[in-house]
């Protein structure tokens, strides 16, 4: 049997080395650390104060209105951001693919943890009532295909893979054999997490698995 050959023609990238494909690259180059202390929330009582935290991130509104920016976990948005670089580069929205031949794999560790966290608190201090019905979606590991996929119409195979740190190289490796076995033109991967909650980083410190050099 023969393989279809697979190319990468679209790149996308958030992380704490920068907002895009060409921040991240340039800090890179430049031999710039991604790690720096935690800004987002306070860290009083954490045992580990620093991460590869995105910085002075806010989503374009053009990919999910404020209303929506409240309700979607980080890594939705996140996701969002990167996928609409990686598009735009490739060309995509202008190539002649069919919809249902252009696909979405995405590897997610953890997913929401945030919203688990924020949901938790309010289910505790205000009873079940108060949970949003937005709390689920918000947090599924397979959300950010299904926003990206209802975003840009995309409607090819769908589906997020969790394997703990290579849960993105299983991903990545998954969509190329979805184009090398001919059953999609074009494939979105890659992979998307924003877990630097207390209660995330109190769990990887107890594992020992984060260096707690404050």
């Not at 002649?96 to 997610?108: C, L, R, S, V």
């Not at 849960?167 to 979805?178: D, N, R, V, Y």
């Not at 991967?189 to 630097?196: F, M, P, S």
Request: charged share 20%; hydrophobic share 45%.
């Amino acid at each position: 049997m023969k393989l279809n050959r697979v190319a990468v023609t679209g790149m996308g990238a958030i992380c704490g080395l920068g907002n895009s494909l060409d921040e991240v690259w340039k800090n890179a180059l430049a031999g710039k650390s991604g790690i720096s202390t935690i800004e987002r929330q306070s860290t009083e009582g954490w045992p580990v104060t620093f991460a590869g935290e995105v910085k002075n991130f806010k989503l374009d509104p053009n990919l999910m209105d404020l209303k929506d920016q409240d309700r979607f976990d980080l890594f939705n948005q996140y996701a969002l951001h990167s996928a609409d670089e990686a598009i735009k580069q490739a060309g995509l929205l202008e190539a002649k693919y069919a919809p249902a031949n252009i696909g979405i794999i995405f590897g997610t560790g953890l997913g929401g943890f945030p919203h688990i966290e924020m949901h938790h608190k309010t289910f505790l201090e205000k009873g079940a009532r108060r949970v949003s019905p937005f709390f689920i979606p918000s947090v599924i590991p397979n959300m950010p295909e299904g926003l990206v996929s209802i975003r840009y119409g995309f409607q090819g195979i769908n589906f997020a893979v969790a394997s703990a740190c290579a849960s993105s190289a299983h991903a990545i490796g998954l969509a190329a054999t979805e184009i090398m076995m001919g059953r999609q033109d074009a494939m979105l991967t890659g992979g998307t997490e924003g877990v630097i909650t207390g209660y995330t980083i109190a769990g990887f410190a107890s594992m020992k698995a984060l260096s707690k050099r404050n």
